[in-house]
């Protein structure tokens, strides 16, 4: 059966469309040099006034609790450090590049933004309890992992709509519907995204395997599946855009974070903490 995706022309468009914005193209070429130059860094940042306020911002939270307020960017990149400021600058380029509902969607925009960030919430709660590595990494990952969606609504509307309907009335698996239809699953374009962007190959391999976490490379593997039981987590709990029951969890990825389903039930209440907390954060401003 033939596909609507032909990858040469759906990486072209998505350069066309969805370009890496250039505060991140910047800031990606300044922190991949290894003699990075701090005067070079600030540069770019003040040269962005909406990042540079997000910067501050974030500096100046409780999160942090910088006993003095931070006022500048060298104070801002000083206590921050350099990870914190990739993190930050990808989630703004997600925001800018595909925040805002669009009356022709055939998907809830917010709604999706939504999911997305419970389950930034949820893996960054998993990363921490696991000791998987950088917990603000583990939140960018959520952020990103279902932009294939939204990249799918843009040139692939009609199809999309039809494979949802069919998934919530023959519970059908989406991610085996796509491959059929399409050629490609959403997680798949998530990380063709990903890879134009130039974004780490850590976070871009979780990407493309947070569906089937067990497939990914062995490196790999703990975290794609964290961000796969986040996934099933926020599902779960219906927060956000749910397109069908979050069915079974596959017990060997369990298995292999030493994880018991019990436990899925624990994290399930320990997520909704959590994501009320954070929205109680973010209306503090």
Known sequence: MET????????????????????????????????????????ILKSDP??????????????????????????AITLLGFNAIKNLAIQTSVQQTFGGDKPES??????????????????????????????????????????????????????????????????????????????????????????????PKTLTTTLKHHHEPLDAPEENRRSASALYLADKIVMQAKYGFTYARAGETDEAVLALLQLEPVDMEVMLEDFQVEADQFAALLKQG
């Open 4 to 43: 609507l995706i032909q990858v040469e022309e759906l990486s072209r468009k998505i350069e066309k469309i969805f370009p890496m914005p250039q505060t991140l193209m910047k800031i990606n070429e300044a922190l991949n040099n290894p003699n990075v130059n701090m005067a070079r860094l600030e540069d």
């Open 50 to 75: 909406d990042f540079s306020f997000k910067l501050l911002s974030l500096a100046n939270s409780a999160f942090y609790g910088s006993p003095n307020k931070v006022t500048n960017m060298h104070m």
């Open 106 to 199: 055939c998907v809830p925009t917010q709604m999706i933004w939504k999911h997305s960030v419970g389950v930034a919430v949820c893996v960054k709660m998993l990363s921490r309890r696991l000791k998987l590595g950088n917990a603000e990494d583990f939140f960018t990952m959520g952020i990103l992992h279902d932009l294939g969606f939204l990249i799918e609504a843009q040139f692939y509307s009609l199809p999309l709509s039809q494979m949802l309907e069919r998934v919530n009335r023959e519970k059908y698996s989406l991610t085996d519907l796509e491959s059929e239809v399409l050629g490609m699953d959403h997680a798949q374009i998530t990380h063709l995204l990903a890879e134009k962007w130039s974004l």
